[in-house]
């Protein structure tokens, strides 16, 4: 059974870094992926690194900034082990395409791995292209990137 607890997804702050940080794997699980958290995303984008708080904590977040020729690129996001399945991830990209729009981003753009399936189903219900490109983060080491222009409807793909 799925919990839904209400969640406020507001700007995020360094010590919402450290919290997400401390309970990595609640987010992660066994990958760590703690180098990719760098604190200063969050201080020089702080309004589009997004947060969502409920009472128990932190339930999810998004880290991501908007490029200089208008791309909203989210470096991060993840939802936590027991919010997973209510709306959460769909809801922090909205915000997030939300927050970027207002500054100036007509474009979402993010990455994942090759193998992680679970990131290419979500961004592509999300009505993301996806396409593999090789050497993207180095010497083979192919990545997928998705795209998707704005307006983002959370309801729709």
């Known amino acids: 059974m799925i919990r839904v607890m209400h969640t406020q997804?507001?700007?995020?702050?360094?010590?919402?870094?450290?919290?997400?940080?401390?309970?990595?794997?609640?987010?992660?699980?066994?990958?760590?992926?703690?180098?990719?958290?760098?604190?200063?995303?969050?201080?020089?984008?702080?309004?589009?690194?997004?947060?969502?708080?409920?009472?128990?904590?932190?339930?999810?977040?998004?880290?991501g900034f908007v490029t200089p020729t208008g791309t909203g690129y989210v470096h991060l996001i993840a939802t936590r082990d027991d919010a997973r399945g209510t709306g959460l991830g769909r809801r922090l990209y909205a915000a997030f395409a939300d927050a970027a729009h207002r500054h100036g981003a007509l474009r979402l753009k993010a990455i994942?791995?090759?193998?992680?399936?679970?990131?290419?189903a979500f961004h592509r219900r999300l009505g993301f292209d996806a396409k593999t490109v090789d050497d993207y983060n180095g010497p083979d080491q192919a990545m997928v990137v998705f795209h998707r222009a704005l307006p983002f409807d959370a309801t729709q793909p």
Not at 31 to 60: K, M, N, W, Y
């Open 112 to 120: 994942t791995s090759l193998g992680n399936t679970g990131s290419i």
């Open 9 to 63: 997804i507001t700007s995020a702050g360094m010590a919402d870094i450290h919290q997400v940080l401390a309970d990595h794997h609640r987010y992660w699980g066994e990958r760590d992926l703690r180098s990719l958290h760098l604190p200063a995303l969050v201080q020089e984008f702080g309004e589009t690194c997004l947060v969502a708080r409920a009472e128990d904590g932190i339930h999810g977040y998004v880290i």
